[in-house]
């Protein structure tokens, strides 16, 4: 038994003494890991505690598994979009650097807290250095820190060395001190500011010199009201008296002043006469004046009236030409149908037949006019003739002459109706061939005509109605240097089922003429507010375009456009976007 005991002690002496030889380690606490705050001026820093990306001091050290280390503010920054990037210090055996393979590098983190630093106030006049990790609470202590001078909100704004501030505060002018009327706390420095203007308990005498003991500022209006030396004015002041001062005084100045007040208010009034006769001649003038602004205003009035009888002559006109427009466009109506009704097959076969059964007769009678000449020439023609009666030949040839020269009007008509129809467009497209330019050019520079209108075409069989004026000299701005071109948008028979304002893009062009396909273009969006493009009221709207669309020097410089003294002019409307009726 008791050997057993003495085997228990001597291990329990064992256990003691091997606990007491090992060392006790701890983990480091989490502030002890973090390096401290700021950065401040080290005394001489080792080259591996600086990063490389940074070039600063390791702020909470890492290390990459080829054993660099860097800053884990600028690891983040440097791995951010998660994908492997090389390692910085681009040594031969550095590695490609993840995230999940950068390690906490607790080692570097304690000894940079143990670098020496200087004080941040150094330059202020602390020379003293010590560790960084006691930097933080070396700054609470330090003689030479700058803090806010305790009185900052009494108004002073100067920083105070913390050693100095005990001095500061006996010197500071504003620091507050109290009243000694009033018991009110101010800045030294606004204490006689606030004694002279404020304070409403100093004593202050009276301002008007009455004698009596200095009272309260806020007591002084009262005193005032019922001082017996509170001055007043003469009752002559409104004449021109300027006496001011006591009661008593004032009663001997009104006796001893009399003769004076009575001159005072004799050229008062003698003022009030020349002030009266100046009204009144001012009164005398504003008369004349009215005079005559009411004969201008009779004379505007007149104007007006004239004016306004100019516009009913101008309305009466503007209706007689309004009931013009509408005849004429019925009479345009009928003809397009007669145009229509003639361009026909039957109506053109039948015209045809007609025509050619007078030439015919024409040539009947010719020929029996010819036969009778001869015969008279012969000698034999009564003979031959005999008793027979003959009709009168000339007046059968006259009348059928008639009857051609009739027919063959009506053929040029129907001619120049089938070229109207035949340049007809129903796709938005107008190809306008302009002969004999140079001498419509001279009609626009001489005034003779000024401008041409193309034939009307469509942006289908019943859509948009459209034709273009072109001014060969120019319009507006372009007139004498430049060739002018408008569209015009048309009254139509289908204006009614259409959508308004026009609003299809309209492009210009001068074809090219020798085959380079160099054409001149330019283009417009119609203005929905323009009136140009709203729904017709009258024959044709407004002409809208280009005024400076080509000069006449590159126009007429060669022969690319003008040929044969023709010029082709092409006009396109976008149909995009219109649906068919």
Known sequence: ?????????????????????????????????????????????????????????????????????????????????????????????????????????????????????????????????????????????????????????????????????????????????????????????????????????????????????????????????????????????????????????????????????????TLKMADVDLYRIDIRKEVQELSVHRQDARQKVNDIKKEIQDIKNMLDDVRRQDRKRKIDMVDLTERIIRVEKQLEEVSKPEVQQRMTSDLNIARENVRKLKDRLDRLKAAEESGGGATAVGTVEIPDPFADLQQQTRQLGLQEARLSELDIRFQILETLNYEGVLIWKITNYRRRKQDAVSGTAVSIYSSPFFTSRYGYKMCSRAYLNGDGMGKGTHFSIFFVV???????????????????????????????????????????????LAEMNIASGCPLFVSHSILESSDNYIKDDCLFVKVMVDTTGLNPI
């Open 1 to 265: 038994m008791n050997y057993v005991l003495f085997i228990l002690v001597i291990a329990g002496l064992v256990v003691i003494y091997t606990l007491m030889l090992t060392p006790q380690i701890t983990p480091p606490s989490s502030l002890s890991s973090q390096t401290p705050p700021g950065h401040p001026e080290f005394v001489g820093v080792d080259s591996k505690y600086v990063c490389v990306l940074c070039n600063n001091v390791l702020q909470d050290a890492v290390q990459t598994q080829c054993g660099h280390r860097l800053c884990q503010p600028c690891v983040d920054t440097y791995l951010q979009d998660g994908q492997p990037r090389p390692c910085p210090y681009q040594e031969e055996f550095c590695e490609m650097l993840q995230a999940d393979q950068i390690l906490r590098d607790a080692s570097a983190r304690r000894e940079i807290r143990q670098l020496p630093v200087y004080c941040s106030n150094k330059s202020r006049g602390c020379q003293k250095t010590l560790k960084w990790k006691e930097l933080e609470k070396h700054l609470t202590e330090c003689w030479f820190e700058p803090l806010p001078c305790p009185y900052k909100d009494w108004g002073c704004q100067e920083p105070v060395l913390r050693g100095s501030l005990t001095d500061h505060r006996q010197t500071c002018q504003y620091t507050p001190v109290n009243c000694q009327f009033c018991g009110e706390q101010v800045p030294k420095l606004s204490l006689e500011t606030h004694k002279n203007e404020t304070c409403n308990k100093i004593p202050i005498p009276c301002p008007f010199g009455c004698g009596i003991d200095p009272v309260p500022r806020n007591e002084m209006s009262t005193h005032q009201e019922s001082c017996p030396k509170r001055p007043v004015v003469c009752k002559f002041a409104s004449v021109g008296c300027t006496f001011q001062g006591p009661e008593e005084e004032l009663e001997l100045h009104e006796r001893q002043n009399t003769e004076e007040h009575i001159q005072q208010a």
């Open 490 to 536: 048309m009254q139509g028979e289908y204006d009614a089922l259409l959508s308004w304002p026009f609003r299809q893009k309209v492009t210009f062009m001068i074809l090219d003429q020798n085959g380079n396909r160099r054409h001149l273009s330019d283009s417009f969006r119609p203005d929905p507010d323009s009136s140009s493009f709203k729904r017709p």
